[in-house]
């Protein structure tokens, strides 16, 4: 069987270059402690949201995670763990797990960019459809997490759209 060479492109601009003229221009709190490594802040509608993206040479990949500023108590990961199965199925792009080392929901998605390289459009549709889906789906975890909501109750909650004009 023949071996893959997953690293063949060298890019001109450092992908998380990219990313951090995006932060820039969004006016966004971020920090870059490292080459490959990045964090960010964004204050969305329910809370805020903390931002992390790696950049990984060998596969030419980023990894890119949106965690939520709620923590989930022990006696809620079942629950949790049945949102996230409903919550997942609604999506397209990405999805939603639990850091387990903070006990906190995140978004996470992965763009490869084997010879490509990204544009600032990517990125800006990275992060609206990241923020998109955790403005969304943020109440639902409230509903389970502090409401005493089962993960159907949480889901039917979340999903209802808004019929008319105010």
Known sequence: MAQLDLHTENYRTHPLDIVEQVMHRQGWHFRRDRDDEMAAEYRGK??????HFAWSTEIDAIHFTCAFDMRIPSNKKTSVHDLLAMVNDHLWLGHFG???????????HA?????????IEQIEDLLDVAVFECERFYPAFQYVIWGGKNANEAIAASMIDPV???
């Open 46 to 51: 329910w809370c805020d949201y903390g931002m």
């Open 98 to 108: 639990i850091w387990q080392s903070e006990g906190m929901p995140m978004y996470r």
């Open 111 to 119: 763009v490869l960019l084997r010879g490509n390289g990204i544009t």
């Open 164 to 166: 008319g004009e105010a």
